[in-house]
């Protein structure tokens, strides 16, 4: 009986050391793979929303949102920020809501103080909010601030740093946090000191950073062109400048980018929205009408398969559409997903 | 004579009668301002509903609002933006701007937006509420699509001084107060009115957009109304008479957020109502002059909105003999707009003629044409054929068949027109084509009166405007084709048993507001029905009145309604019971009055009317009028 005992304590110890050898299999996340697809939200509705969609179904989970925590996100959907852990959704209507990336249940949120939320970083254990603050009598907006919240699942902010004008995208490079401010300026602030360090001033309007090949660039337009400013590691300035002459632009600045260099914009030409390509490395229009219809309002593209994501508004009467396009510009699907789907997150 | 006879003139379907059922006795009845008002709607409505809504009720709920009173007292939706807030109607699943809205015969619709905010008309402003449910355009002109609103005031002559005082208090800081002095002599009366209303509106909610949901208290929702309105009636001679009416309103409120944002948006309105009608009675026919002025200002934060109407009409209204009887007049509109991004001005001008004919004592059938001409070009010829056929008619029951065909349209508003950027020259005018048919019964057996009444709609709405988005900017486009469809059915009954009266009312509306068109390519919205037009609707009351006490329980349940055009996001439906007893009081003769204790949303219903827009739970409110 000793015997039998002693040789199940042993299968035991051997089954426990076996398993705290090997390497721990933590299962993904019901939103750590598929798409994200930012749907903005109407105007005045508040009805912003995360789809799912999954790539080998082709089907999209409506409101994941309000399903996984019973209540609705509540606002319009500027930005949707991911790391491992945590997953920001920023509302232009003044919050960002804060989720667990794996199963998107709700942590916390950052819901007071902010007014026109645009997008966020985190650095230095710190949520850094970019807000355009609140306008005026003259519809500017002379207020605008980087907030400053000291807990990453969010919660009161702590303080506000003052931008040059109207701050959109941001960047965490180095030490520095990177701030496109659309009055046509680069605002440097010293993660720390937590202050503007520097400006330095861009053509076109800024909206967002994005790095490729290890360098960092800046996505910027004006009326009649599109600018890629490509920036020094370590003081910002701008090294060199990329014009691609894309007028009427999407104003919300939105663009993707794959791993080749290609960019893809949107264009809204006098019948038509068209999807232009744009190739960073040769700094030229590859294809000016690689895609065209209309309500285009957001694009993300899949390394992965090598897709185009489309998001259309249906002219905002109801929600919207998203539409697959290959690497030859055709249509491969299209499926229902939330109010002006405008952007998309590759977990 | 024929000179007037040969006149077109106003007041499309102002003449008429108390109900259908009554419409052919009507030079029978002797009627007060109100019943005339009423009836004047109802003369050339063969084959509608128009319905008076009750006087005593309206009294109890001084201080609500026209938007409050419509939600709340009857089976029509109105999509409510929060406590006080804008209140738009819908009327068989149409749109806000579907709807026409009348004072004293005047149009109130704001003829830059098209549409009126039903809270900013306080029931101090006016005396009676009628509704005239279905397409009525060939009656009223523009707007009149899928119904149309009128009130108005009621001053008699020989009516003796009397003052009257009300106040409400009530939950939420909510505060009426009122106070009338009129005097009716034989030739001479006035009536000055002046009335306060003030809700905090601080009601707790429960905050879904942030996490936890917590319980928070409103902020941010206050609402002010004051305003004075004035009455004039001079009987010039035996057969003339003068009649003038001014209403000045102003309304301050601050907009009650939409859950999730922080914003702090603030609202002025401000209106100057005047109308002065010239009556003469002749032997067989009725000849009225019109004219008014409406003038709205509305500052939104710093933006300032500014329009003005001007009315000119004239009508007879000639009775050859008990089988005929027509109406012809004329109307000429003159609107002026200085918008936020634009100024401009448009003239309306508008002919139209009505005609009863009843060949036999049950039967009897109205038609009536309109042809507006809108800055020189003509809208959609309007015609509407109307039949009420009391085809079993005893002591004890009443059955009519009633059906109606018209055409209405709508005129593009100013905005639509000229804002700056999308405003669009090149729209047409929005257009309906109705058809309805019912059936009414009146039965009276013993101690018990029953009426019931059911309608069955269709409508195709053709060349509906929306705003789409266009580039940069959004532009006015005539896009979108409807077909709506549905059923009414209202029921009365009351039961006499000794000293008790029992009643019972209920009003139940079927909206299907099915969208065809696919608003510009967008196939999701193809085929499913409009947003916040809730498919059903049902208001019931129940009362017992013993001697001067009325005991009273309603509920209403309203079903889900669709969000997007799409129909992939709904809100719940939600039922509100309300209660209250009221007493009614004489004091030697001297004094009278009545008073109230009110309870509404009893089981503290979280709801919303409009997704993300809060609105009170249980609320009590305390009412007193007394009459010197």
């Given at each position: 009986m000793k015997k039998m005992q002693l040789a199940c304590k042993l299968f035991l110890f051997a089954l426990l050391v076996s398993c705290g050898t090997d390497p721990v299999e933590i299962p993904q996340g019901a939103y750590e793979n598929g798409v994200l697809i930012i749907n903005e939200g109407a105007f005045g509705a508040n009805d912003g929303e995360v789809y799912h969609f999954d790539k080998n179904t082709a089907e999209a989970e409506a409101n994941v949102f309000e399903s996984i925590n019973s209540r609705p996100f509540a606002g319009l959907l500027q930005d949707l920020i991911s790391y491992d852990d945590y997953t920001y959704l920023v509302a232009n209507t003044g919050k960002v809501e804060v989720v667990q990336s794996a199963d998107f249940i709700s942590v916390g949120a950052v819901n007071n103080e902010l007014v026109n939320s645009r997008s966020m970083v985190r650095a230095d254990g710190k949520l850094y909010i970019s807000d355009w603050g609140p306008y005026d009598a003259f519809w500017s907006n002379t207020e605008s601030f980087v907030a400053v919240v000291e807990d990453i699942t969010g919660g009161d902010i702590a303080y506000k740093i003052p931008t040059p004008s109207r701050p959109e995208g941001l960047a965490f490079v180095g030490d520095r946090i990177l701030v496109a401010c659309q009055l046509g300026t680069i605002a440097v602030i010293e993660v720390g000191a937590d202050e503007v360090e520097k400006t330095v001033d861009v053509e076109g309007t800024p909206f967002f950073f994005f790095e490729y090949q290890g360098s960092h660039y800046l996505y910027a337009n004006d009326y009649d062109k599109i600018y890629l400013h490509k920036l020094n590691s370590a003081t910002f300035e701008v090294v060199e400048t990329l014009e691609f002459?894309?007028?009427?632009?999407?104003y919300n600045g939105n663009f993707t980018i794959n791993n080749s260099g290609e960019l893809f914009v949107i264009s809204n030409q006098a019948t038509e929205d068209v999807v232009v390509k744009l190739s960073l490395t040769s700094g030229s229009v590859v294809d000016e009408h690689f895609y065209s219809g209309s309500n285009f309002y957001g694009l993300g593209f899949d390394d992965d398969t090598q897709t185009l994501y489309i998001g259309e508004h249906n002219g905002w009467q109801g929600n919207g559409t998203v539409m697959r396009i290959n690497a030859q510009g055709e249509l491969i699907d299209d499926v229902a997903v939330g109010r002006g789907p405008s952007g998309f997150y590759f977990p | 004579m024929s000179l007037f006879a040969c006149l077109v003139f106003f007041i499309a379907g102002w003449q008429s009668e108390l109900d259908s059922s009554r419409a052919f006795r009507q030079d029978t009845l002797v009627l007060s301002q109100v019943e005339v008002h009423a009836a004047a709607l109802r003369?050339?409505?063969?084959?509608q509903y128009v319905r008076t809504l009750d006087a005593d009720r309206l009294d109890q709920l001084s201080g609500y609002s026209l938007g409050e009173v419509l939600q709340q007292e009857t089976g029509l939706f109105l999509r409510q933006y929060g406590a006080g807030m804008l209140a738009s109607l819908s009327m068989r699943g149409t749109s806000a701007g579907h709807n026409a809205l009348f004072w004293n015969g005047l149009p109130v619709n704001s003829p830059s937006l098209g549409q009126a905010d039903y809270s900013i008309f306080p029931l101090g402003g006016f005396d009676a509420v009628n509704i005239h449910y279905g397409s009525s355009g060939a009656l009223y002109g523009t707007d009149a699509i899928g119904g149309s609103v009128h009130l108005s005031s009621d001053l008699e002559f020989n009516a003796g001084n009397e003052l009257k005082i009300g106040t409400l208090l009530g939950s939420f800081g909510r505060w009426h107060q009122q106070v009338s002095f009129r005097q009716g002599a034989e030739k001479f009366a006035f009536r000055t009115n002046v009335y306060r209303n003030f809700t905090a509106n601080n009601f707790t909610y429960k905050d879904w957009a942030s996490p936890g949901t917590p319980e928070k208290r409103q902020e941010h929702a206050r609402v002010s109304q004051i305003g004075l309105v004035q009455d004039f009636s001079i009987k010039i001679s035996p057969k003339q008479s003068l009649k003038a009416n001014l209403w000045i309103n102003s309304n301050d409120r601050q907009i009650q957020p939409l859950l999730g944002s922080a914003v702090s948006d603030v609202q002025e309105d401000k209106s100057v109502r005047s109308v002065i009608d010239y009556t003469y009675n002749g032997e067989k026919f009725t000849w009225t002059a019109k004219t008014g002025i409406s003038s709205d200002v509305m500052v939104f934060n710093t933006d300032r909105n500014q329009t003005r109407l001007f009315l000119l009409g004239t009508a007879l209204d000639y009775s050859f003999s008990q089988k005929w009887q027509t109406l012809a007049g004329i109307r000429y509109s003159h609107i002026k707009g200085q918008l936020a991004t634009y100024d401009s001005q448009e003239q309306r001008l508008e002919l139209y003629q009505a005609t009863n004919f009843k060949p036999i004592q049950n039967l009897g059938i109205s038609m009536q044409l309109r042809q507006l001409i809108h800055e020189g070009e003509a809208a959609p010829f309007t015609p509407s054929l109307g039949v009420e056929w009391a085809f079993f008619n005893s002591a004890l029951w009443n059955w009519q068949l009633i059906s109606n065909l018209s055409r209405s349209f709508k005129i593009p508003t100013l905005n639509d027109r000229f804002w700056v950027p999308g405003g669009n020259l090149n729209l047409m005018p929005e257009k309906s084509l109705s058809k309805e048919i019912g059936l009414t019964n009146k039965t009276k057996i013993a101690a018990f009166s029953i009426e019931n009444r059911f309608t069955y709609f269709h409508m195709d709405v053709d060349d509906w405007i929306l705003w789409l988005p266009r580039g940069s900017y959004w532009q006015a486009e005539n896009v979108r084709s409807v077909v709506n469809q549905g059923l009414e059915y209202f029921f009365k009954g009351v039961f006499k048993q000794g000293s008790n009266r029992w009643g019972m009312n209920v009003d139940y509306s079927l909206n299907s507001a099915v969208n065809q068109s696919g608003d510009q390519g967008n196939s999701l919205s193809q085929g499913k029905q409009l947003p916040y037009v809730p498919k059903h609707k049902i208001r019931t009351q129940g009362s017992l009145q013993n001697g001067p006490y009325k005991l009273y329980i309603q509920q209403q349940w309203t079903s889900e309604r669709y969000v997007t055009t799409d129909n992939q996001t709904l809100l719940s439906p939600y039922s509100l019971w309300d209660t209250g007893l009221t007493y009614a009081f004489e004091l030697k003769g001297k004094l009278k009055g009545n008073l109230g204790f009110h309870t509404n949303n009893i089981f503290n219903v979280d709801y919303q009317v409009v997704r993300l827009r809060s609105m009170p739970g249980r609320n009590f409110q305390f009412n007193l009028n007394v009459v010197l």
């Open positions: 002459p894309v007028s009427n632009s999407l | 003369k050339y409505s063969f084959g």
